[in-house]
């Protein structure tokens, strides 16, 4: 059973900075494509940040100069590092993966969500 799950998120002020984490387990062989998705109550989740096939970064353009993606590959972790956070922001952050085990099956997987607020 390979699963991922989210933890960092919180209340932070604005122009605060918080760094997520997204922690694979189970029988893992490789970590394909992670990104980050974030959702507001009423709202279609959006993508945010994501590792691309070739391994370069994507990022919306409303936190491009802000948040970073990054990995551990050695950990099977990725994090998503946002500086200058605000009000917008607020959302539960996801983080998605394609998953392959060391059994040579594909999974795609969602983590459970962590909360972001930000507010004064």
């Known amino acids: 059973q390979v699963q991922l799950v989210e933890s960092g998120g919180g209340l932070v002020q604005p122009g605060g900075s918080l760094r997520l984490s997204c922690a694979a387990s189970?029988?893992?062989?490789?970590?394909?494509?992670p990104g980050w998705y974030r959702q507001v109550p009423g709202r279609e989740r959006e993508w945010v940040a994501v590792?691309?096939?070739?391994?370069?970064?994507n990022y919306t353009d409303s936190v491009k100069g802000r948040f970073t993606i990054s990995r551990d590959s050695a950990r099977n972790t990725v994090y998503l590092q946002m500086h200058n956070l605000k009000p917008e922001d607020t959302a539960v952050y996801y983080c998605?993966?394609?998953?392959?085990?060391?059994?040579?099956?594909?999974?795609?997987?969602w983590g459970q969500g962590t909360e972001v607020t930000v507010s004064s």
């Open positions: 590792f691309t096939s070739d391994s370069s970064t």
């Open positions: 189970g029988s893992i062989s490789s970590i394909n494509a």
């Open positions: 998605n993966a394609r998953i392959v085990t060391r059994q040579g099956v594909w999974y795609s997987r």
